[in-house]
């Protein structure tokens, strides 16, 4: 027989108690899940689920056997919360939200035609401030995951994030009798803040930038001499357009601004053209499909032309620099069509005070066409009219311009 000193029996026994004593501390293992959230319709029938948002009127309810459903409010008696429901924030409509106005937070039942936000709150706070809040469904705009919208409401957004627009590019290449070459390209980028439509808009910024430069080659009349080309003529054209404007709300649909311009047209003899100014903005359609924007600004604008030759004359033709104070007048329409089509249109009217037969406009209208994921080809139209150009040149220049537009998010 082995013999146990002691000491080896006292060790053995301490084991079996700091054993016990372990085993004691750690819950009992459970294999049951958290029962989910349970819908009932006003017909009676149920679903179960979870809880994702809320808005326009609707809730979004994902359920592992019907996927993920949008349901009218009118169509649900109840919803009850799970074991671990998810916590949301509630935003009444017409009810501002910030820092300063927070909504109502917590895990959300509905009942009685009211959504139900129950607050998280410690057990050792008072009765009164566990109270839910109790708001009718048609007042609720939205119900939000309490994390984005913390996120949303603390996040500061860096410069270079939160951008969306698109970049387009077209090209006209002709290789006959006549060599021609035209080339198009513009950016459009916007940057609107906060990024959700919960808040309430504080600023936008927007940039546009569009070139179109053109370069044709045609030979003269006179006739060929063996191995000597024709003398050719040729003739460049540059269009240039770029913008930007900054709007600071102070409500939910009027705004102040702070924009500038700078155009370079070659073929209305324009060789270069700087608008600065600062006025009012006013959203007057705004929803999920469609905005019109209205604005009008008080600007400082200076136009140099550039020099040119009448009637191949041997002294150039010039036609002085020009200092405005003017005013622009804005016209903007966007609208998504059928099929995830997008309209644009906008329309710029510039007065002169200060010089009355210096007045311009100018007007685009696009139209954007889904080909394949972020591509869409495009087709613009636009008419730039200058009422006093440089001597010789037109008053209108007129664009068509197809190509391939690439979607920024």
């Known amino acids: ?18 054993g016990l004593a372990l085993h004691a501390q750690q819950p009992a293992a459970s294999d049951a899940k958290p029962s989910p959230d349970v819908l009932i319709f006003t017909n009676g029938d149920q679903l179960t689920g979870h809880l994702q948002s809320a808005a326009g009127g609707s809730i979004v309810f994902a359920s592992d056997m019907a996927g993920t459903l949008t349901i009218g409010f009118d169509k649900i008696k109840e919803l009850r919360s799970g074991d671990q429901p998810a916590q949301f924030a509630l935003l009444k409509k017409g009810v501002p939200v910030d820092k300063k106005h927070p909504a109502p937070e917590g895990t959300a039942e509905i009942a009685g035609g009211n959504v139900l936000i129950h607050p998280d709150t410690p057990a050792q706070n008072t009765s009164s401030s566990s109270t839910p809040a109790s708001v009718p469904t048609k007042d609720v705009d939205y119900l939000v995951a309490k994390d984005e919208f913390d996120r949303q409401i603390t996040h500061k957004v860096g410069f270079f994030h939160a951008w969306n627009g698109t970049a387009t590019g077209g090209a006209t290449l002709v290789r006959s009798t006549t060599t021609n070459n035209t080339f198009t390209a513009a950016l459009n980028l916007i940057r609107a803040l906060p990024t959700v439509p919960w808040l309430l808009p504080r600023n936008r910024t927007t940039l546009n930038v569009v070139e179109t430069y053109g370069k044709n080659s045609t030979p003269t009349d006179i006739p060929a001499i063996p191995g000597v080309p024709n003398p050719t003529i ?22 102040a601004l702070g924009d500038l311009s700078f155009d370079h047209n ?9 608008v600065y100014g600062g006025g009012v903005g006013w959203t007057v359609i705004k929803d999920a499909k469609q905005e019109l924007d209205l604005k009008a600004d008080i600007h400082y604008e200076k136009q140099q032309y550039i020099t040119s030759s009448i009637n191949g004359g041997p002294s150039p033709a010039v036609t002085p620099s020009v200092n405005l104070i003017g005013s622009t007048i804005f016209e903007g329409y966007h609208r998504t069509l059928p099929r995830k089509m997008v309209f644009t249109e906008s329309l710029n009217v510039l007065p002169a005070f200060n010089i009355a037969k210096d007045y311009s406009a100018n007007a685009t209208a696009s139209l954007a066409i889904p080909v394949f994921k972020r591509l869409s080809a ?32």
């Open 378 to 409: 495009s087709v613009t139209t636009t008419d730039n009219f200058l009422n006093d150009p440089a001597l010789g040149y037109k008053k209108n220049s007129y664009q068509f311009i197809t190509g391939v537009t690439y979607t920024i998010h």
């Open 234 to 255: 040729t003739t460049l054209s540059s269009i240039f357009h770029t913008d930007s404007e900054r709007d600071e709300y102070f409500s939910p649909r009027v705004y």
């Open 1 to 18: 027989m082995r013999h146990t000193s002691p000491l080896q029996v006292a060790l053995a026994a301490l084991a079996g108690f700091f």
């Open 266 to 274: 070659y073929a209305q003899g324009l060789g270069f053209q700087q």
